[in-house]
């Protein structure tokens, strides 16, 4: 009886020790974020500015792998009147593209001096055509902006 119980003790330890060395192949490992290298491009959409609707243009690029976006807005009534020009950069995490818009002297024809900054978030919508549906609020400004706290979606062309 006494070999038996040996035996059995030695065999324990061989099948923990095999359990143990196992490489267990069914747990992929940890990844990165993907990053979407889809927003260099235009994006263009509605916008109400002071009760009339405006056409609101982002020209934007991205470098493929890079989260890092940068570009140009443009918001402009129908009859081609600037209100407002702006640089755009930000940053593109999964599918949210978090960004600061920086109004410089000029930006705002109908006040030269006035600069200022608007910071929001968008929405990354992948598909045919790709989406941007976002906010954006006044960080600060130096004049009464035409352009004010306001929600848009963005479709690129």
């Known amino acids: 009886m006494r070999l038996n119980a040996s035996l059995v003790l030695v065999l324990c330890a061989l099948f923990a020790a095999v359990g143990c060395s196992k490489n267990d192949d069914s747990i992929p490992p940890p990844t990165s974020p993907t990053i979407v290298s889809n927003l260099s491009g235009n994006w263009t959409g ?3 500015v002071e009760g009339e609707t405006a056409k ?3 020209a934007l690029s991205q470098a493929t792998g890079s989260s890092s976006v940068t570009g140009t807005v443009l918001v402009a009534l129908p009859s081609g009147t600037v209100l407002l020009n702006a640089a755009v950069a930000g940053q593109l995490s999964n599918m949210t593209f978090t960004y600061l818009l ?3 002297a ?6 030269p001096s006035c600069v200022g900054q608007l910071s929001g978030t968008s929405m990354l919508a992948t598909g045919t055509p790709a ?3 976002g906010n954006f ?3 600060s400004s130096t004049c ?3 352009v004010q706290n306001s929600s848009f ?5």
């Open 56 to 58: 609101m243009t982002w």
């Open 137 to 139: 609020a006044i960080v």
């Open 46 to 48: 509605n916008l109400v």
């Open 144 to 146: 009464t902006s035409p």
């Open 106 to 111: 000029g930006g705002v024809p109908s006040q």
């Open 153 to 157: 979606t963005l479709t690129k062309s």
């Open 131 to 133: 989406t941007l549906t």
């Open 102 to 104: 920086a109004v410089g």
